[in-house]
């Protein structure tokens, strides 16, 4: 079996772009990655992103992005698995690679959901609910959230505020990244005085939308890359979190941990952790479910500065969903891209001491989709 | 010969209202419009935005049906003035919510009667052997143009009635009927229009009091009964007063009107004002009391009902049901803003 | 954005009824319906109204709605656990002050779900109110 290798990578800055088309986030992002590669030959271009057709009419974005960037001509695909759509092209392209079907790789995450009016771009994100459902109750991803945070904060006897530890720690590490869209730090009380979208969660407690793009160039071989892929693949489980027998669970996320754990990773034993920290109780979900921390148990950990940048186990150290931002579609490139960076020392005011092995868990939804990817330091 | 009877006798044998949760005070509604200190009735039942005649209509068949403890229909006649659709039956939506596809299904307009000429149909199908049962339901979710007397009572509500063959216990049986229709203009709406017109205080003396007073003293010739015959009277209501104006008029005690009397704390609820008014006295009533019915609907008419109450009342009507009293006392009061709102009153 | 017409129209039962599936080899229901036991992998489903009573087991009001839905807001949502252990996800209407909470009982009523625009259809469906 081959290896797979992150031979170069390109993040654009997160946030709005007014003068930059999808087109023009997706080829920025290419010929970044490439120019850095000396733009060798791609077997496949893997493009991530879930609102383009809904909110831009725009599909056969594979031919699309590749033409604009130059590489008229190759193959290339979209792939759209909700929120979860960036780590599932990284694990797609993982497989293709270890199974020698091609040498190299290019995953592009891409998203553009700042020409549309707010209300627009969140019917858009609760796409990857089961779309009939929603539209026919109007509930959407705030209104899960709430929902679930509410069931933690009962089943744990946590208040809100101890699970607003999280974007506290994501907005830290944030507000050192470059390409975060949120470069300030905040406190729980900044977080409590913005609006409540949802009781009890806040509009900064929830996903902000965001433009951006990042793209990855995998290859087979190791020459030239400092970041080897170990582990990604993703699993599947029931869309909505109440038809899962525990509410609270991820039994997605688990399976696809359980297969990493199988393969030789151990995700609490990383030495950080990109999380899909939508909303901070996924946060805490995600961490207790990967076993980083007792059920219920997150919270209190985070308090102590276990999952800050000095910790332990750091998370979102370039500020996660939180505070990077959360280009949906693209998300889950910019978390693989950000762990190339840690374990190759390149995370400059971001970086974490000593990291060798990273995780990022990337969900479509609330869990619908688990993509688990581990990267290491070659 | 203008009575109304059947060949073989016709059976209630089942009723259901629903009253939406909010009211608004009429003070409320002076307060913004006129700076008098309310309409002639104390509060009126608002809908609300998720409601419309077909959500409260599906509410009421439900709670019908239930009492009935029957399945199927083979007819639902919806009387309504405020249809969701101007093209597309009431009827058929309340239909599929009760999972009914064969049956006879169409809306009925004529006011603030519509829903008993509804029963008088009904009757009649089920008299004549063509169907077994059949709903006849009464739904409003009336609009008054802003700032006129009517917005005082117009009001939201819905009942209905199964009416079948004697098999199974019926609470009550029709005896007669009467139905007495003229061409008067005493209020009114064009096509296309979103508020009534009316003509004040015309709507007294030559409309209202003249068809309910025709078509009951019809009804007491032909049956040779007197008030005095009646445990109960149930007048349409458009106001507190009128029922009561009307009820002395034509013979009637104070104790008789009662039960059925709604208006103050709920509205004008249309075509369902005068089935509500049943509905609360068959709350109260007990087996061998005899009651007069009379609607009255604007263009205009009256419908009159001698109906008479079994056994079945007290079997069929306690237990799980929903009394009409019950939704009557219990409600949310709103202001005129928000009622603005869930009435769509407010352009957008 | 609105599903099309008669992708409603396509499933009305379930938003009428809450019909939902019942499995024949483990007696497990689902809501919505399936066509593949979730449970056992049995395709041996009969389709099946679920029961109209429930409590609440969460609730949430939610201010920031989608386009869709904008002119309704805010709207409140409940995890309902019907009588036969299914969860729905639907609106909560009607209640009044401390009513709602936790543990609450619910009675499903059919209300106007949405409304497309003045000339378009209307959409009917299950919420809850409180069971009285």
């Known amino acids: 079996m081959s290896g797979a290798y992150v031979r170069s990578l390109r993040m654009l800055p997160v946030g709005d772009h007014w003068d930059m088309s999808l087109l023009d986030l997706s080829a920025d992002a290419v010929m970044g990655a490439m120019d850095e590669a000396g733009w060798p030959e791609v077997d496949l271009l893997i493009v991530s992103n879930m609102a383009a057709e809904r909110l831009l009419s725009q599909g056969q974005l594979g031919a699309l992005a590749a033409e604009r960037a130059g590489l008229r001509g190759i193959r290339a695909l979209r792939i759209e698995a909700g929120h979860a759509s960036g780590g599932v092209a990284v694990a797609t392209a993982y497989r293709m690679l270890r199974s020698g079907a091609f040498d190299r790789i290019l995953v592009l995450g891409v998203e553009k959901v700042r020409d549309s009016m707010s209300e627009d771009a969140l019917e858009a994100m609760s796409m990857s609910e089961d779309a009939e459902y929603v539209l026919m109750t109007g509930a959407n991803m705030y209104t899960l959230g709430a929902l679930l945070t509410k069931l933690y904060m009962e089943r744990y006897g946590s208040s809100y505020e101890d699970l607003l530890q999280f974007p506290v720690i994501a907005h830290e590490n944030g507000a050192k990244a470059q390409h975060a869209q949120f470069r300030r730090p905040v406190t729980i009380r900044h977080i409590m005085e913005s609006p409540i979208v949802s009781d009890p969660v806040r509009l900064m407690d929830s996903p902000p939308m965001g433009d951006g793009a990042a793209a990855l160039l995998l290859t087979t071989d190791p020459s030239g890359a400092d970041a080897e892929i170990a582990f990604s693949d ?84 370039f500020g996660g969903m939180k505070a990077r931002g959360f280009p949906v579609g693209a998300a889950g490139v910019y978390q693989v891209a950000e762990a190339a960076l840690q374990v190759s020392g390149n995370a400059g005011a971001n970086q974490i001491q000593g990291a060798g092995m990273g995780v990022a868990v990337n969900l479509g939804g609330f869990g619908g989709t688990a993509v688990l990817t581990a990267v290491r330091r070659r | 010969m203008c009575g109304l009877k059947t060949n073989r006798p016709v059976y209630i044998l089942g009723y259901g209202a629903y009253i939406p949760i909010r009211r608004i005070p009429t003070s409320e509604i002076a307060r913004v419009w006129t700076g008098d200190e309310g309409g002639p009735n104390k509060e009126k039942a608002v809908a609300y935005e998720d409601e419309d005649a077909a959500t409260m209509a599906i509410e009421s068949s439900r709670r019908a049906m239930r009492m009935a403890g029957i399945d199927s229909v083979g007819a639902i006649f919806v009387g309504t003035e405020s249809k969701p659709y ?71 509500g819905s009942v209905a009635y199964v009416l079948g063959h004697g098999t199974a216990d019926p609470i009550a049986e029709i005896e007669y009927g009467v139905s007495y229709v003229t ?35 019809r009804l007491m010739e032909d049956t040779g009964y007197h008030p005095r015959d009646f445990a109960y009277a149930i ?20 104790e008789q009107l009662e039960p059925g009397l709604l208006n103050d704390k709920i509205g004008n ?17 007990r087996p061998g009391d005899r009651i007069l019915l009379a609607s009255f609907g604007s263009g205009a008419g009256s419908d009159a009902f001698v109906i008479n109450v079994l056994d079945g009342m007290l079997k069929r009507r306690d237990g799980a049901h929903v009394t009409v009293r019950s939704m009557v006392e219990r409600g949310i009061e709103i202001d005129y803003a928000s009622y603005a709102r869930y009435r769509g009153k407010v352009r957008q | 954005m609105a599903l099309p017409p008669i992708a409603y129209w396509r499933t ?112 009917y469906g299950f919420k809850f109110a409180p069971e009285r």
Request: neutral net charge; hydrophobic residues 40%.
């Open chain 2, 235 to 254: 007048f349409h209501q458009p106001n507190p007063r009128f029922p009561v104006t009307a009820g002395l008029q034509l013979g009637f005690k104070m």
């Open chain 1, 234 to 317: 993703y699993a599947t489980s029931s869309v909505d979190f109440y038809s899962r027998g525990d509410p609270l669970s991820l039994p997605a996320l688990a399976t696809i941990a359980a297969a990493a754990r199988s393969s030789g990773i151990d995700p609490s034993a990383a030495d950080f952790l990109e999380l899909h920290d939508s909303f901070a109780v996924m946060a805490a979900l995600e961490l207790e479910e990967l076993g980083a921390a007792p059920r219920g148990g997150a919270p209190a950990l985070a308090k102590n500065g276990v999952f800050s940048s000095g910790g332990k186990l750091p998370v979102s150290t």
């Open chain 2, 86 to 156: 101007a093209v597309k039956p009431t009827s058929t939506i309340v239909a599929e919510a009760l999972g009914q596809k064969y049956t006879l299904a169409a809306d009925l307009e004529f006011a603030c009667k519509a829903a008993t000429e509804g029963l008088h149909i009904v009757e009649g199908l089920v008299g004549s052997g063509m169907i077994d049962s059949g709903l006849a339901v009464a739904s409003d979710t009336a609009q008054g143009r802003p700032g006129d007397e009517l917005e005082y009572t117009a009001a939201s």
């Open chain 3, 12 to 123: 009305k039962r379930t938003y009428y009824d809450m019909k939902g599936s019942i499995c024949r080899s483990c007696g497990a229901a689902f809501y919505p319906p399936v066509k593949v036991c979730p449970k056992c992998g049995s395709r041996e489903l009969d389709s099946a109204p679920m029961p109209q009573g429930g409590r609440i087991i969460g609730f949430t009001t939610t201010n920031e709605v989608g386009a869709s839905f904008r002119r309704y807001r805010p709207l409140t949502f409940g995890l309902v656990e019907l009588d036969n252990g299914v969860v729905v996800l639907g609106q909560l209407v009607d209640f009044t002050g401390d009513e709602l909470k936790v543990g609450a009982r619910v009675r499903a009523v059919i209300r106007k779900l949405r409304e497309d625009g003045t000339d378009g259809i209307i959409y």
């Open chain 2, 269 to 285: 609820t249309y075509s369902a004002s005068a089935l509500m008014g049943l509905a609360a006295t068959f709350d109260v009533s």
């Open chain 2, 183 to 217: 061409d008067t203009p005493d209020f009114w709406r064009r096509q296309g229009e979103p508020y009534p017109r009316h003509l004040g205080r015309f709507t007294g003396e030559p409309a209202y009091f003249h068809h309910i007073k025709s078509s009951v003293s």
